[in-house]
């Protein structure tokens, strides 16, 4: 049977002191969101919670196939609406497969972006109607979504000074460059998004200065989580 997402903010607590969570991590290119979410699993897994950690686009294998369409640097001339319904077809595949069996398993399942970046990236930077993607959340998915998301604010040229580095480290996969090679512009324009997103959600958001030192900003994303697990009903 599937776990159907509480209110924003809302934690499931089941037996003991486990807990069961959707968690998603948002933010720009070079935000650091891959490393925190480790960070964040290892703690977790400390204190003894069960943990899935997943993405989108790619968390399963068939959504795998769709990033490499999504993030291949050779499709530039991807249709920004087509754009759109491979991301929607990826997200209808990780719920069904990854995000609600883990949920209904007992686990904490924290994401590397959802929805949340479909409005900041499809909505707001690509300038499709805002309405046409919730609807389409709202009709394909019934509005699931996270009870906490962090958003990794930074600005934008400090994230893609950061991914482009990790790319030419060898760090980042080289062929998933298409968003990074978008205009300085654009990536404002999704910054802008998200913290249009947090401010009209400030209960779901929490909001992480990610332009410092990577432990101070893992410093700060523990002492929101840990205070959301302790006072789940106060976040």
């Known amino acids: ?12 607590l089941p037996r003991g002191t486990s807990i069961i969570m959707f ?17 964040v699993c290892d703690h977790l897994r400390q204190k003894g919670h069960d943990v ?3 993405r989108e686009p790619g968390g399963t294998d068939i959504g795998r196939q769709i990033r490499s369409i999504l993030l291949d640097s050779k499709n530039k001339g991807l249709n920004p609406l087509s754009e759109l319904l ?22 904490v399942v924290l994401c590397d972006r959802y929805f949340d970046a ?21 009709l394909a998915f019934a509005g699931y979504k996270p009870e906490l998301t962090f958003l990794l604010d930074l600005p934008p040229e400090t994230g893609l000074r ?18 990074e090679e978008e205009a300085l512009s654009f990536h404002g324009r999704v910054r802008e998004g998200y913290l249009a997103l947090a ?17 101070r900003v893992k410093q700060e994303i523990l002492a ?12």
Not at 1 to 12: E, L, N, R, Y
Not at 30 to 38: A, D, E, F, H
């Open 1 to 12: 049977m599937d776990i159907v997402s509480p209110a924003p903010g809302k934690t499931f």
């Open 118 to 138: 479909t409005i900041a990236y499809q909505g707001h930077a690509r300038g499709l109607d805002m309405d046409l993607i919730t609807q389409l959340h709202e």
């Open 23 to 39: 968690i998603s991590f948002e933010g720009i290119e070079g935000s650091g969101k891959t490393t925190q979410i480790q960070c």
């Open 162 to 179: 950061r991914a482009w580095r990790q790319i030419e480290n060898g760090q980042r996969t080289g062929t998933e460059t298409r968003f």
């Open 52 to 54: 899935i950690v997943t």
């Open 199 to 215: 401010r009209l959600e400030p209960q779901r958001f929490k909001i992480i200065d990610a332009s410092g030192p990577q432990e």
């Open 86 to 107: 491979l991301y929607m077809s990826d997200r209808a595949q990780h719920l069904d497969k990854i995000v609600k069996p883990g949920l209904s398993s007992g686990k």
């Open 224 to 235: 929101v989580l840990d205070s959301v697990i302790r006072n789940p009903m106060e976040t």
